[in-house]
């Protein structure tokens, strides 16, 4: 079974700085792929990044890049120039064959984030 | 556009109760799962639909969770006889297609309260 961990239950920022959230994962699996989730405080979990693991150039939306390190299973965020609207808790999340028929993402305990005005 | 919604947003029950929960996926999307969300934890798979087929219920934790999704749009998921343990918020998830690729939406969850 694919396992995720992620090591840091907490993390904070300064406004306008950077912060890079750290997460690996466990899988036999060579096709598969990676998300980072974002759950705002009581709002609805959205996807922040995607990357496939076939893919050896490393996803970037917008501040939201990743350092993908497919031998390490290493998979981490970097958020750029942080903003308040960025504090939340960050899910590292693997999506793969369950071998059941389904694609169901299995989650990390999760990151929470706290940006410092 | 309307996203995935979820009734209803809160919901207390007493140990023993029976309790139902629904979801209204994203209209066209094939698949959808449904996520236990304990306190301070991360979702754990339940149970996935394609269309109104179950196809892995491997997640429910006891016999006395049941989903269904008759007509492959709406979902509800049953719990009977709740147990303090099953406090929890339950999320519900839709995607277009079946595979890793399709991103999932999420709703907003349903919080259950077992007292």
């Known amino acids: 079974a694919q396992t995720v961990t992620q090591s840091q239950p907490e993390m904070s920022v300064q406004e306008a700085e950077t912060v890079t959230l750290s997460c690996t994962y466990d899988?036999?699996?060579?096709?598969?792929?990676l998300f980072w989730y974002k759950q705002p405080p009581s709002r609805q979990m959205i996807l922040v990044i995607r990357q496939e693991a076939y893919k050896q150039q490393n996803a970037t939306e917008n501040r939201f890049s990743v350092n993908f390190q497919k031998a390490a299973k290493s998979f981490s965020l970097k958020i750029s120039d942080s903003q308040l609207g960025d504090a939340a808790m960050y899910f590292c999340?693997?999506?793969?064959?369950?071998?059941?028929?389904?694609?169901?993402?299995?989650f990390g305990k999760g990151t929470k984030l706290s940006v410092i005005p | 556009g309307a996203g995935v919604s979820q009734s209803p947003r809160y919901k207390v029950a007493k140990r023993g109760q029976d309790v139902a929960l629904r979801c209204d996926p994203i209209s066209g999307h094939v698949s959808l799962f449904w996520y236990q969300q304990a306190l301070g934890q991360g979702p754990e798979f339940l149970t996935y639909?394609?269309?109104?087929?179950?196809?892995?219920k491997s997640g429910l934790p006891s016999d006395r969770f049941f989903a269904e999704r008759p007509e492959g749009s709406v979902s509800t998921l049953k719990i009977q006889r709740t147990q303090q343990e099953d406090s929890a918020v339950y999320l519900c998830?839709?995607?277009?297609?079946?595979?890793?690729?399709?991103?999932?939406?999420f709703g907003p969850g349903t919080r259950l309260t077992v007292t």
């Open positions: 899988t036999s699996e060579s096709d598969y792929y």
């Open positions: 639909f394609q269309n109104e087929a179950q196809l892995d």
């Open positions: 998830a839709s995607s277009l297609e079946q595979g890793s690729y399709y991103e999932q939406y």
């Open positions: 999340a693997y999506g793969g064959d369950s071998g059941a028929g389904s694609y169901q993402l299995t």
